[in-house]
C-alpha cells in the first residue's frame, strides 16, 4: 500500500497571502495524484487531478505541481472561502491512498 | 447536474448488517466506475470499495474485504454497498463517489455522506 504524507498537518495563513501544502508518496505515483477541498459538514471537493489539473470550476488561484513521489498544492491569495483541511489521494495503484490531511486555518 | 444521494444509514449492533444505496442522476451511470469512500469522525478519507461501470469487476480495502459488497442497478441509477458482520472500527460517513473519467481512479463528484454508527 502506497502510504501518502501531507505536511504540515496545520498551516495558519493569513487571508491574501499565499499558503503552500506538501504531498509525499511512499513510492512514485507517476502523478496519478489528486487535490480535494474539504470544509467542516461538506463532502470533499476535488480540486486538481493529474498532479497539475484543475477540476472544472475551480478557481486559478489554486495549483497543483509536481511529480514522482513530491507533489504541491498551492493557493495563492487565500480567500476567506478556503479555510478547510486539504487532502492528497493517490490513484496509481490499489487499494486508492489518501494523506491525513492538513488543516489551513486562519492566522 | 451531477448528484449523488445516500441513504441508508443508521445505528447497527457490533456483528450486524446494513444496506447502503447511492441515486445517481445528472450523467451517465452506467458509463462510470463508483467508489465508496468513509470517513470515521474527526478522521481522514478511506477508499473502501470500486464496481467497474458494467459491476464486471469489484475490489475492496483490505479492511472490509469479506464483510461489505459493492454492487450497482445500472437500470435504476443505483449504487449499494452491503455492510455484513459490522464492526467498532466501522462507524463513518459513508461517501458514494464517481470516477472522474470512466476509470480514472480520482473522485469528480461525491454525495453528501450517510452516517452509519455501531454500538451495542
Known amino acids: 500500500e502506497i502510504v501518502m504524507t501531507q505536511s504540515p498537518a496545520t498551516l495558519s495563513v493569513s487571508p491574501g497571502e499565499r499558503a503552500t501544502l506538501s504531498c509525499r508518496a511512499s513510492q512514485s505515483v507517476s502523478s496519478n495524484l489528486a487535490w480535494y477541498q474539504q470544509k467542516p459538514g461538506q463532502a470533499p471537493r476535488l480540486l486538481i487531478y493529474g498532479a497539475s489539473t484543475r477540476a472544472t470550476g475551480i478557481p486559478a488561484r489554486f495549483s497543483g505541481s509536481g511529480s514522482g513521489t513530491e507533489y504541491t498544492l498551492t493557493i495563492s491569495s487565500l480567500q476567506s472561502e478556503d479555510f478547510a483541511v486539504y487532502y492528497c489521494?493517490?490513484?496509481?495503484?490499489?487499494?486508492?491512498?489518501f494523506g491525513q490531511g492538513t488543516k489551513v486555518e486562519i492566522k | 447536474q451531477v448528484q449523488l444521494v445516500e441513504s441508508g444509514g443508521g445505528v447497527v449492533q457490533p456483528g450486524g448488517s446494513l444496506r447502503l444505496s447511492c441515486a445517481a442522476s445528472?450523467?451517465?451511470?452506467?458509463?462510470?466506475?463508483m467508489h465508496w469512500v468513509r470517513q470515521a469522525p474527526g478522521k481522514g478519507l478511506e477508499w473502501v470499495a470500486i464496481i467497474r461501470y458494467d459491476g464486471s469487476d469489484k475490489n475492496y480495502a483490505d479492511s472490509v474485504k469479506g464483510r461489505f459488497t459493492i454492487s450497482r442497478d445500472n437500470s435504476k441509477n443505483t449504487l449499494y454497498l452491503q455492510m455484513n458482520s459490522l464492526r467498532a472500527e466501522d462507524p463513518a460517513v459513508y461517501y458514494c463517489?464517481?470516477?472522474?473519467?470512466?476509470?480514472?481512479?480520482?473522485?469528480?463528484?461525491w454525495g453528501h455522506g450517510t452516517l452509519v454508527t455501531v454500538s451495542s
Open positions: 489521494q493517490q490513484y496509481n495503484n490499489w487499494p486508492r491512498t
Open positions: 445528472g450523467f451517465t451511470f452506467s458509463s462510470y466506475d
Open positions: 463517489a464517481k470516477d472522474g473519467a470512466g476509470d480514472s481512479g480520482y473522485f469528480d463528484c
